[in-house]
């Protein structure tokens, strides 16, 4: 199932610049929250950062296939 994109409500745009954020640090902010919330800035499962431990040493030579 795929993440439907939020549009930022007129609140969330003002409350925003009433605190002092200019249209580009908004815009920013919102393509950040989206990154976000598709699982862009997760941390990686224990089974990730395995297959990368895996590829490297196949990288370096020290694994072989």
């Known amino acids: 199932m795929e993440l439907q ?9 003002w ?4 605190v002092g954020f200019s249209s580009e640090e908004i815009a920013s902010l919102f393509r950040l929250k989206e990154l976000y919330q598709r699982g862009a800035y997760q941390e990686a499962t ?6 990368a431990f895996v590829r490297w040493l196949y990288e370096q030579g020290r694994l072989q296939s």
């Open 5 to 13: 994109r939020q549009i930022p409500t007129t609140t969330e745009i």
């Open 15 to 18: 409350n925003l610049e009433h």
């Open 46 to 51: 224990p089974e990730f950062k395995r297959l």
